[in-house]
C-alpha cells in the first residue's frame, strides 16, 4: 500500500539544518517530489529524484537542498542546510505510481530565532 508519511520537520534558526524523511512508499526505485506551501500560495516543487535516482531541484533551493533515497528501504529524505526564514513552510511528499498521484499529510518547517 502506498501513503507517504513525512516526518523531521520542526523549528530550526537562521543557518541550521533539518533532514525530512518520506516513508510508506510502498516501492523502492519510484519517482518522489518534495514540495512546499505557505499560507495563501500555491505548492511549489523544489525536488524531485526519479526512479534511476537523477535528482533535480528549483533554483530557490539548489545548493542548499539535497533528495536522496535510502536504497535499503523505501525511504527518501531531504537534507535541509542552510536554511533561511523564507523557507518556512509545510513540506509535502509526492509520489507518482502507475499514473496516481499520492500525497503525504505534511510536516511544518519554521525556520525562526
Known amino acids: 500500500q502506498v501513503q507517504p508519511v513525512e516526518s523531521g520537520g520542526g523549528l530550526v534558526q537562521p543557518g541550521g539544518s533539518l533532514r525530512l524523511s518520506c516513508d510508506g512508499l510502498?516501492?523502492?526505485?519510484?519517482?518522489v517530489g518534495w514540495y512546499r506551501q505557505t499560507p495563501g500560495e500555491q505548492r511549489e516543487l523544489i525536488a524531485t529524484?526519479?526512479?534511476?535516482?537523477?535528482?533535480n531541484y528549483a533554483d530557490s533551493v539548489k545548493g542548499r537542498f539535497t533528495i536522496s533515497r535510502d536504497n535499503a528501504k523505501d525511504t527518501v529524505y531531504l537534507q535541509m542546510n542552510s536554511l533561511k526564514s523564507e523557507d518556512t513552510a509545510v513540506y509535502y511528499c509526492e509520489t507518482i505510481q502507475f499514473g496516481t498521484n499520492y500525497w503525504g499529510q505534511g510536516t511544518q518547517v519554521t525556520v525562526s530565532s
Open positions: 529524484i526519479t526512479g534511476a535516482d537523477y535528482t
Open positions: 510502498g516501492s523502492r526505485s519510484v519517482f
